[in-house]
């Protein structure tokens, strides 16, 4: 598949052309976007308002752009203003009050109050096709999501693609496929192994797999083994 930048129009989102079969832009290879999402680190509070960002853009732009829309054809998924019979055009309720400062400015200073809600679209199943089919750069990103992605669903992207990991090492294809696949026809088109994996990547979902088989033998809380100190998990072989 090639990727190729856009003649005129206002779009970053990359050209896609797929009778095309090699290469993407140079700067969709950057790793810098997958580093693994450390919880520690994570500040829910400050993470909202770029969330909302990135659901008012993908709402209000992204998805009445050309490529977007093209892009989403591929990947068989629905936009959320072509969804019957209750489309969303937009992440403004009707009848909103112009003027009246977005939930995530720093007028409104809190969270949202009820009269003032956007319109609720999950965008996990987005990011989930995109992991999927191999097309989760961050050109691609940053054409669905906008100029806040890595901020604003960079964590959950980090989290996609591991389950997808944990997906394919638990599950056979057919078994993973109807894992991503979704109603009203928009089954997944084909699956790629994921794309961009680095090692820190891999290290963090070992990890995380190894936590999620220790508690399958219930080795947590009191049971749950000696830790170490670099990797925070006693590496379990699978078959123990």
Known sequence: MAYHPQQGGGSSFPMFFP????????????????????ENQFD??????????????????????????????????????????????SSRLAGSSPGVPSPSSPAAGKLPMPNQLPACVSLNPYIRRLVATGFDFPGVLHGFFGDNWALGIGHIHEVERRNYLFAAKSSSWLDVKSQYDMPDGQSVPFLRPLQNVTEKEIVSAEAN??????????????????????????????DD
């Not at 090699?22 to 790793?31: D, I, M, T």
């Not at 797999?209 to 998990?233: F, Y």
Request: charged share 20%.
């Open 19 to 38: 009778q095309r079969t090699r290469g993407f832009a140079p700067e969709a290879a950057s790793s810098s976007s997958f580093s693994p999402f450390r």
């Open 44 to 89: 829910i509070l400050e993470w909202y308002p770029q969330f909302q960002s990135c659901v008012r853009y993908f709402l209000d732009h992204a998805q009445y752009d050309g490529p977007i829309q093209a892009m989403a054809a591929f990947i068989n998924i629905q936009l959320p203003f072509q969804k019957s019979p209750n489309p969303i055009a």
């Open 209 to 238: 797999w190894s936590q999620w088989l220790a508690m399958q033998d219930w080795m947590i809380g009191p049971r749950n083994p000696e830790v170490d100190r670099d990797t925070q998990i006693v590496v379990k072989d699978e």
